[in-house]
């Protein structure tokens, strides 16, 4: 809790004055004093709430500035720079010296399309041959 037990008192006791000088010129001496205990009570445990209400709000405002601190430690170490430098010099100085090795300007110009190896020929089979390997295949995928 907040602060110590003397706060409640203070309050009560206060309270407690407060109700009976204020009812004493309504009510008789006995009822302003029944009424003034309850009040000191009623005063004593809304101080106490009070407190409880104000103990919350601190700890959780410690509590958020451990978790900050907490949370900055785990970030640290954790920022990566992933800028790299810059090389355009040296960029440009390789696209020269590409430009001075007498490439062509025009790469279209030594373009070759691929031309694969075939790996077996059909040329020169006798076509009966061809269409029983067919007739074959077919009858194996019925199947």
């Not at 009812?23 to 809304?46: D, P, Q, W």
């Not at 958020?64 to 900055?72: G, H, K, S």
């Not at 040296?90 to 490439?103: C, F, S, V, Y």
Request: net charge negative; with cysteine; hydrophobic share 45%.
């Amino acid at each position: 809790m907040l602060g110590s037990i003397r706060w409640n008192l203070v309050l009560g006791l206060t309270g407690m004055l407060l109700t009976f000088f204020f009812s004493l010129g309504n009510n008789g001496f006995v009822v302003s004093c029944i009424r003034a205990v309850y009040a000191f009570a009623a005063f004593f445990a809304a101080g106490w709430l009070l407190r409880g209400a104000l103990q919350l709000i601190v700890a959780s405002n410690e509590a958020e500035r451990v978790l900050m601190a907490a949370e900055e430690a785990r970030e640290t170490g954790a920022h990566v720079d992933l800028r790299t430098p810059d090389d355009a010099a040296e960029l440009g100085e390789m696209l020269k010296a590409q430009r001075d090795n007498g490439r062509p300007s025009d790469p279209a110009a030594e373009f070759r399309p691929l031309e694969p190896k075939r790996l077996f020929s059909i040329e020169g089979k006798n076509p009966e041959e061809l269409a029983d390997a067919v007739r074959h295949l077919a009858r194996d995928g019925d199947n």
